[in-house]
């Protein structure tokens, strides 16, 4: 069973002409991502994002940053 975002939903037309398509969209966006990774209470749970991919992080790319991220630290102490 799959939740699907109704493009007629009056709220979201609303949000549409009053904020633009760019927001409209975020908001779809927000909501598929909600059912994807929490479907059962669309409560918010923590996901390592990868913002230059648009899409979560990977365990090796996750990693890999806070491997480099403890090295820079560090070199500074």
């Known amino acids: 069973m799959e939740e699907v975002v109704d493009e007629e939903d009056e709220k979201l037309k609303n949000l549409?002409?009053?904020w633009g398509e760019e927001v409209q969209n975020a908001i779809?966006?927000?909501l598929e991502?909600?059912?994807d990774?929490?479907?059962?209470g669309r409560y918010m749970v923590p996901v390592v994002w990868n913002f230059g991919k648009g899409?979560?992080?990977t365990p090796k790319e996750g990693i890999t940053h806070m491997t480099k991220e403890v090295k820079t630290l560090k070199r500074k102490l």
Do not use: C, G, I
């Open 33 to 35: 991502e909600l059912n």
């Open 28 to 30: 779809r966006t927000a």
């Open 37 to 40: 990774f929490n479907p059962s």
């Open 55 to 57: 899409r979560k992080t």
């Open 16 to 18: 549409r002409e009053e």
